[in-house]
């Protein structure tokens, strides 16, 4: 069964800095492309970035280049989001997915939740 | 303002049939046929219901189909039942420079 847990949100002010993990099991992990998609509180999905397996190649929405930064760890079976100069519109649930090709997911986690907020 | 077009609201009564559109431009939905439809229960992550326009993956039901016509994806939900009210996204490849886009998302109401 697959399972993406994902962790790492929580309060942080505005400026600040985070780093989010999503642990994957129950599939060969290095054998996928991975994806984080957001959804701010009672708003619909945005995606937000995409990496292929062995993490040599990276797209990012455009409103996001620059400040966030995909990476994964294949030997650890985790993929990251490292979250920068964060603003109250970065506010939202954080979810990893799984790609089935071209940015379809068919395996979604749970989501972590990022709160930007003096 | 989403990068697809869907309606806020769509509702059906049991057993009617409902179609949900998602609008993009020829330089996504109307390029590629990888649109996907998404369901979210509240409170619950977003499950895959349909990929590549009319793809169902296994353990969706039959009642749910997908097309595309143009620059237009449609959801069709036939047999409505009271477990399909939820939210629905689209979302279409939309090339090297905007990988992902999704839709607005619409509500479906089962009336």
């Known amino acids: 069964e697959v399972q993406l847990v994902e962790s790492g949100g929580g309060l942080v002010q505005p400026g600040g800095s985070l780093r989010l993990s999503c642990a994957a099991s129950?599939?060969?992990?290095?054998?996928?492309?991975m994806l984080w998609v957001r959804q701010a509180p009672g708003k619909g999905l945005v995606w937000v970035s995409l990496i292929n397996p062995d993490g040599t190649t990276t797209y990012y929405a455009d409103s996001l280049k620059g400040r966030f930064t995909i990476s994964r760890d294949n030997a650890k079976n985790t993929l990251y989001l490292q979250m920068n100069s964060l603003t109250g519109e970065d506010t939202a649930l954080y979810y990893c997915?799984?790609?089935?090709?071209?940015?379809?997911?068919?395996?979604w986690g749970q989501g972590t939740l990022v709160t930007v907020s003096s | 303002q989403s990068a697809l077009t869907q309606p806020p609201s769509a509702s059906g009564s049991p057993g009617q049939s409902v179609t949900i559109s998602c609008t993009g431009t020829?330089?996504?939905?109307?390029?590629?046929?990888?649109v996907s439809w998404y369901q979210q229960h509240p409170g619950r992550a977003p499950k895959l219901m349909i990929y590549d326009v009319t793809k169902r993956p296994s353990g969706v039901p039959d009642r749910f189909s997908g097309s595309k016509s143009g620059n237009t994806a449609s959801l069709t939900v036939s047999g409505l039942q009271a477990e399909d009210e939820a939210d629905y996204y689209c979302s279409s490849y939309g090339g090297r420079n905007n990988f992902v886009l999704f839709g607005g998302g619409t509500k479906l109401t089962v009336l």
């Open positions: 997915a799984k790609d089935l090709h071209y940015g379809s997911s068919d395996d």
């Open positions: 129950g599939f060969t992990f290095n054998n996928y492309w």
């Open positions: 020829s330089s996504d939905v109307g390029a590629y046929d990888y």
